[in-house]
């Protein structure tokens, strides 16, 4: 199995948890949300269109009932 990011890198992590000062949090919240708007929105469209079945997984991993 794959053990790459997802939404965040190891150290964007440390950073949301503050481990680096307000300034690199920061930082690191406006790159995830980013991701979130932009390349999640793009994935989503993508699994609608070509692959129902993984935007059904990703929906089961997310979103609760």
Do not use: W
């Not at 979130?36 to 609760?64: G, K, Y």
């Amino acid at each position: 199995m794959a053990t790459g990011r997802a939404l965040t890198t190891e150290t964007e992590r440390e950073y949301l948890r503050g481990e680096h000062g307000e300034q690199r949090m920061y930082e690191a919240r406006s790159r995830v949300k980013a991701r979130i708007n932009e390349r999640l929105a793009e994935d989503v469209e993508l699994f609608e269109e070509e692959a129902p079945s993984l935007l059904e997984e990703l929906q089961q991993a997310v979103c609760e009932d």
